[in-house]
């Protein structure tokens, strides 16, 4: 882990606060000094860009933007009122999305708050699911999501997509490519390494497939070798994020007994009985 990359999951963390109701938020102008803005109106900006997607994207915008007051010095004892935002974990994954991509902090961010949000998303979509329930449920996201990418990876000009897959998983499983990955599952031919991952694993790959689509398409990536490295990068990036979080690193998550597939048949024949 660089020290960058520790100092901004250390900061994120450090500035996170919680009010009175046990709700996490984060103010807006530390945030705008973390992300190396070097003015609150230039910042402004990027928050506003945020405001305009949360609320094309249909969500109440009062819920993750709260205007806030608070005061500040201003020398011998004076203090004067200050505006700032009181931000959700979602909001600031908003203003990092919107923020400067040449900037290795807001790179950062983007991850770290991606990663947590979707983390989020799944305990409470997934909360009262068994495992094998979630991982049935995930591996039916995988399916969509492929598609998905597939598609954004042929817009960009990709023709080989078992290499375009393989430069995924080797940012993800630290150079393990696909064929190399059933192998290490103890997987026999024609055996699909995603119907034998758990729910954690299969989460993690979800996330990967998700956020390289979105990528491919955001910064209109062209060109095939282009769309192997972003691949590649948001992989590695997922599997850093997982590293500073403190997760097991998804090589080294055990294999389940029973396939994705024989699940789903025992599930079947319950229904049937």
Known sequence: MSNLALYSETTFEDIKQIDEYGNEFWSARELCDVLEYSGWQRFGDVVRRALEACEISGFDVADHFNRAVKMVDIGSGAKREQQDLHLSRHACYLIVMNGDPSKEVIALGQTYFAVKARQQELIEQYDSLTEDQKRIEIRQQMKVHNKSLAQAAQQAGVTNFAAFHDAGYKGLYDGLTENAIHQRK???????????????????????ATQTDEKLRRDNIQGKQQANEAHFDVGAKVRQTIKELGGTMPEDLPTPDKSIQQIEWQEKKKLKA
Do not use: P
Not at 194 to 199: C, E, K, V, W
């Open 186 to 208: 103890g997987l026999g031919k024609g055996e699909k390494i995603l119907d034998h991952m758990g729910s954690t694993e299969l989460a993690a790959n979800l996330f990967r």
